[in-house]
């Protein structure tokens, strides 16, 4: 069993940045496959990034160029740095991991973006 636990989130404006920090514990890190998600109320949980066990990142569209993933095995922890931060960008953000046709979820913390 993984258990996910977010930091960072926040309240930040508008062309500011933020770093979201996704800790995992009880599993073989290196293993798993993580990702960001966010999700507004009312709306579909959207697939914001991701990084596989060998390093592969893949984004959404509409973060390219603003948002990097990348992770620490050694301190299994998976970081999600978001510049240039837009009030879209609001929304509460979802730590996953998965391995094979196993998934875990974090609680969720909370971006804040004013205008």
């Known amino acids: 069993q993984v258990q996910l636990v977010e930091s960072g989130g926040g309240l930040v404006q508008s062309g500011g940045s933020l770093r979201l920090s996704c800790v995992a514990s009880?599993?073989?890190?290196?293993?798993?496959?993580m990702r960001w998600y966010r999700q507004v109320p009312g709306l579909q949980r959207e697939l914001v990034a991701g990084?596989?066990?060998?390093?592969?990142?893949n984004y959404v569209d509409s973060v390219k160029g603003r948002f990097t993933i990348s992770r620490d095995n050694a301190k299994s922890t998976v970081y999600l740095q978001m510049n240039s931060l837009k009030p879209e960008d609001t929304a509460v953000y979802y730590c996953?991991?998965?391995?094979?046709?196993?998934?875990?979820w974090g609680q969720g913390t909370q971006v804040t973006v004013s205008s």
């Open positions: 990084i596989t066990s060998g390093g592969n990142t």
């Open positions: 996953y991991a998965g391995f094979m046709f196993t998934t875990y």
């Open positions: 009880g599993g073989t890190f290196s293993r798993l496959t």
